[in-house]
């Protein structure tokens, strides 16, 4: 499975962006994805992510209500819409992907190493 994200740049807060993830070599049905981001100086951290068969969702605490996930099954891409962006929102955005997972998991404890697979991230900048 290869995953490639796309989308990021600069956006002030406040704006909005959406981030793509683009899988190939697997289907989005065999795979729950998660959307994880990682901050210049702070560990990577996990904040949504979708089930695999019916693609529902789960979101960290710092997100809610502002960003969602959602799927395209055609086009087998996961979007990340992000909204109402605060100034603790820029770093590297990645998509990640753990197979054969009808359950996603995101959040503080989950170990990275659960999901497989993993894109080289998009980054949205700082505007500061």
């Known amino acids: 499975l290869q995953i490639v994200e796309s989308g990021g740049g600069l956006v002030q807060p406040g704006g909005s962006l959406r981030l793509s993830c683009a899988l190939s070599?697997?289907?989005?049905?065999?795979?729950?994805i998660g959307w994880f981001r990682q901050a210049p100086g702070k560990e990577r951290e996990g904040i949504l992510c979708a089930n695999s068969k019916d693609g529902s969702t789960k979101s960290t605490d710092s997100v809610k209500g502002r960003f969602t996930i959602s799927r395209n099954r055609a086009k087998n891409t996961v979007y990340l819409q992000m909204n109402s962006l605060k100034p603790e929102d820029p770093a590297v955005y990645y998509c990640?992907?753990?197979?054969?997972?009808?359950?996603?998991?995101?959040?503080?404890?989950?170990?990275?190493?659960?999901?497989?697979?993993w894109g080289q991230g998009t980054a949205v900048p700082s505007t500061s």
């Open positions: 990640a992907a753990e197979p054969d997972a009808d359950e996603c998991v995101i959040g503080p404890g989950i170990p990275l190493v659960k999901y497989d697979y």
């Open positions: 070599g697997g289907t989005l049905d065999r795979y729950a």
